[in-house]
């Protein structure tokens, strides 16, 4: 059973970055994500590292940076140049399957997430 323990977070302002980090104690996963769900509404996948390559979103895109150890357990999120909207409790997340990328429906191991508040 693999869990799953995120840390990293915090409130910044507009522009300004912040580290995310993410450690999955048992069975290697072959997947690991990062998820996010603002209040209201539903959850999103950010970026996600399978067998050691890494997927953007659109969220992510060329603003976040996915990072995985040479353990390949321990998975990294920076952000830079966040914005408002980025607002959201940020999830990592583990999978056994090697596809499941951004289907947060194949990922079976959950964090129990961190807050990461965007604001002026």
């Known amino acids: 059973q693999v869990q799953v323990v995120e840390s990293g977070g915090g409130s910044v302002q507009p522009g300004e970055s912040l580290r995310l980090s993410c450690v999955a104690s048992g069975d290697i996963p072959a997947c690991m994500g990062w998820f996010r769900q603002a209040p209201g509404k539903p959850r999103e996948g950010v970026a996600a590292?399978?067998?050691?390559?890494?997927m953007d979103s659109n969220i992510s895109r060329g603003r976040f940076t996915i990072s995985q150890d040479n353990a390949k357990n321990t998975l990294h999120l920076q952000m830079n140049s966040l914005k408002v909207q980025d607002t959201a409790t940020y999830y990592c997340a583990a999978s056994q399957w090697q596809w499941a990328y951004l289907r947060d429906d194949l990922y079976n191991a959950w964090g129990q997430g961190t807050q990461v508040t965007v604001s002026v």
């Open positions: 590292i399978c067998s050691g390559n890494p």
